[in-house]
């Protein structure tokens, strides 16, 4: 069968094209059909022609097959040491064949290869820090991804999130409409609490404008509002956008490269047209990564750079506690173990361990701060990155990956993990509902809000008091 009704090579951009995927509970049709799909080995080859760069195939060429990346894997050691999980061998047997075989590969060599680049890496990039040579197999899988997803050889939840990229410019199916009645509703609905607090949607000309996940609108709008009273707290002349409020790319872990454009530069098309100083994205990991790490190179800048000076969430509550623009009431500060999840896209590939650390000297009464082993830019990844935390099908691989974090957190003894990213807090919840080790788990919002000193002129009014 060259092409299934529901797995093809062909990226969905309809409406009716992505019902028609989610009817099909847990993919089983989808992957019935990917059984069977043809390698189109003539696009596989033009493919590489057009792709293939020296860097990628310098590293292919150069790797000394000397197993020092082994150790730094922790699905190679939570997985037995099994020699097919050493980050040299998984590169090798995968993207090393395709281009050894130019495109001479057939089916079953295509699933083995979407196994091993879906649920054998997270493309958290910690191999490349032990490599003599440098060499980075995160990045070569993420280039491997996106000759699988030409290919049609993605898994279902992926090429699910790559439509609703394509066709809402989010990972979940928010409109512009339901996005704006968002910000209206926590406005509102915090109102009271917060005098005086706004959302303001396309402003122009503000200091900051900031941009989310999409999940927080769709399930955790309350995400939203604690932005909103923090910047109101800290005197912020801000905004976020009607459209291009977005900042996450499940194209990114999908591997597709077009859907990675077009979903940046609906971003840095709010940029443009509401020109703030800056862009402040929400507390998610790939999400920077996305817009600012790798973005401006999906949309062909030449300067590297997005289109306004774009920081982390983690970045502006140092800067707001450094500055005073929020003040943390010291009777408030954490006085229970904590320890501090690491994601590795802004701190292994944005370089805040120490950002992070300074906010914590402001948040962790002294002596309570347990600092996993490894930790900052050698810290493993949470088990759930790269997209591994929604693909069903690798659930079990997935859950066996959360060990290496589950035993880093019990070695501290702490019972609070801050985790200032989606996907790390997402596998620290799954983590505990699975294992059950006694653990709490939190953003920095809530807690900032639960420490901030509030200025009296932002308190609420109590009942009878004079309004002039």
Same mark, same amino acid.
């Given at each position: $069968?060259?092409?299934?009704?529901?797995?093809?090579?062909?990226?969905?951009?309809?409406?009716?094209?992505?019902?028609?995927?989610?009817?099909?509970?847990?993919?089983? *049709?989808?992957?019935?059909?990917?059984?069977?799909?043809?390698?189109?080995?003539?696009?596989? =080859?033009? &493919?590489?022609?057009?792709?293939?760069? @020296?860097?990628?195939?310098?590293?292919?060429?150069?790797?000394?097959?000397?197993?020092?990346?082994?150790?730094?894997?922790?699905?190679?050691?939570?997985?037995?040491?099994?020699?097919?999980?050493?980050?040299?061998?998984?590169?090798? &047997?995968?993207?090393?064949?395709? *281009?050894?075989?130019?495109?001479?590969?057939?089916?079953?060599?295509?699933?083995?290869?979407?196994?091993?680049?879906?649920?054998?890496?997270?493309?958290?990039?910690?191999?490349?820090?032990?490599?003599?040579?440098?060499?980075?197999?995160?990045?070569?899988?993420?280039?491997?991804?996106?000759?699988?997803?030409?290919?049609?050889?993605?898994?279902?939840?992926?090429?699910?999130?790559?439509?609703?990229?394509?066709?809402?410019?989010?990972?979940?199916?928010?409109?512009?409409?339901?996005?704006?009645?968002?910000?209206?509703?926590?406005?509102?609905?915090?109102?009271?609490?917060?005098?005086?607090?706004?959302?303001?949607? /396309?402003?122009?000309?503000?200091?900051? $404008?900031?941009?989310?996940?999409?999940?927080?609108?769709?399930?955790?709008?309350?995400?939203?509002?604690?932005?909103?009273?923090?910047?109101?707290?800290?005197?912020?002349?801000?905004?976020?956008?009607?459209?291009?409020?977005?900042?996450? &790319?499940?194209? $990114?872990?999908? !591997?597709?490269?077009?859907?990675?454009?077009?979903?940046?530069?609906? *971003?840095?098309?709010?940029?443009?047209?509401?020109?703030?100083? =800056?862009?402040?994205?929400?507390?998610?990991?790939?999400?920077? =990564?996305?817009? +600012? +790490?790798?973005?401006?190179?999906?949309?062909?800048? &030449?300067?590297?750079?997005?289109?306004?000076?774009?920081?982390?969430?983690?970045?502006? +509550?140092?800067?707001?506690?450094?500055?005073?623009?929020?003040?943390?009431?010291?009777?408030?500060?954490?006085?229970?173990?904590?320890?501090?999840?690491? @994601?590795?896209?802004?701190?292994?590939?944005?370089?805040?361990?120490?950002?992070? =650390?300074?906010?914590?000297?402001?948040?962790?009464?002294?002596?309570?701060?347990?600092?996993?082993?490894?930790?900052?830019?050698?810290?493993?990844?949470?088990?759930?990155?790269?997209?591994?935390?929604?693909? !069903?099908?690798?659930?079990?691989?997935?859950?066996?990956?959360?060990?290496?974090?589950?035993?880093?957190?019990?070695?501290?003894?702490?019972?609070?993990?801050?985790?200032?990213?989606?996907?790390?807090?997402?596998?620290?919840?799954?983590?505990?509902?699975?294992?059950?080790?006694?653990?709490?788990?939190?953003?920095?919002?809530?807690?900032?809000?639960?420490? +901030?000193? *509030?200025?009296?002129?932002?308190?609420?009014?109590?009942?009878?008091? /004079?309004?002039?």
């Amino acid at each position: $069968m060259p092409e299934g009704k529901l797995c093809n090579k062909q990226p969905v951009t309809t409406k009716e094209q992505l019902d028609a995927l989610l009817a099909d509970t847990r993919g089983r *049709v989808y992957y019935e059909e990917m059984k069977s799909l043809e390698v189109d080995k003539e696009k596989l =080859r033009n &493919s590489l022609k057009a792709s293939l760069k @020296s860097r990628t195939k310098t590293w292919l060429e150069m790797c000394a097959h000397c197993g020092l990346c082994a150790d730094s894997c922790f699905l190679y050691t939570v997985n037995g040491r099994d020699p097919k999980q050493v980050p040299a061998y998984k590169i090798q &047997s995968t993207l090393g064949e395709i *281009v050894k075989r130019n495109g001479d590969v057939d089916n079953e060599f295509m699933l083995m290869a979407m196994e091993t680049a879906w649920s054998k890496c997270t493309c958290c990039n910690r191999c490349g820090m032990y490599c003599p040579y440098g060499i980075d197999m995160g990045i070569m899988f993420g280039y491997l991804r996106g000759l699988l997803f030409s290919q049609g050889f993605v898994p279902w939840e992926l090429k699910i999130g790559s439509g609703m990229h394509r066709i809402f410019h989010a990972q979940m199916d928010v409109t512009t409409e339901d996005w704006v009645e968002t910000c209206e509703w926590m406005a509102e609905e915090n109102g009271e609490e917060w005098p005086g607090l706004e959302i303001p949607v /396309d402003k122009e000309d503000a200091d900051i $404008m900031y941009t989310c996940n999409a999940r927080e609108p769709k399930h955790y709008p309350e995400d939203l509002a604690e932005a909103a009273i923090l910047f109101h707290l800290a005197g912020e002349n801000w905004t976020v956008p009607a459209e291009g409020w977005e900042q996450t &790319s499940l194209t $990114m872990f999908a !591997g597709d490269w077009e859907g990675c454009k077009q979903q940046v530069l609906n *971003v840095y098309s709010a940029i443009e047209r509401l020109k703030p100083k =800056r862009v402040i994205g929400t507390e998610c990991g790939h999400a920077h =990564r996305a817009t +600012v +790490v790798e973005g401006p190179y999906w949309a062909g800048r &030449s300067d590297g750079q997005p289109p306004a000076p774009s920081i982390h969430y983690v970045q502006w +509550v140092a800067e707001a506690l450094r500055t005073g623009k929020l003040k943390i009431d010291p009777a408030k500060r954490l006085k229970v173990p904590v320890t501090y999840q690491d @994601s590795c896209n802004y701190i292994r590939n944005w370089g805040l361990a120490e950002t992070a =650390r300074e906010i914590l000297s402001y948040l962790v009464e002294p002596g309570y701060l347990r600092e996993m082993t490894p930790n900052k830019e050698y810290n493993y990844c949470c088990g759930g990155g790269g997209g591994f935390n929604g693909i !069903g099908k690798f659930r079990p691989m997935r859950n066996k990956a959360l060990l290496t974090k589950r035993d880093q957190i019990l070695s501290t003894g702490a019972k609070l993990v801050i985790a200032p990213c989606h996907n790390c807090w997402d596998a620290i919840r799954d983590l505990e509902e699975e294992y059950r080790i006694g653990i709490d788990w939190s953003f920095l919002k809530p807690l900032l809000i639960k420490m +901030v000193i *509030v200025p009296d002129h932002l308190k609420p009014k109590e009942e009878g008091q /004079d309004e002039a």
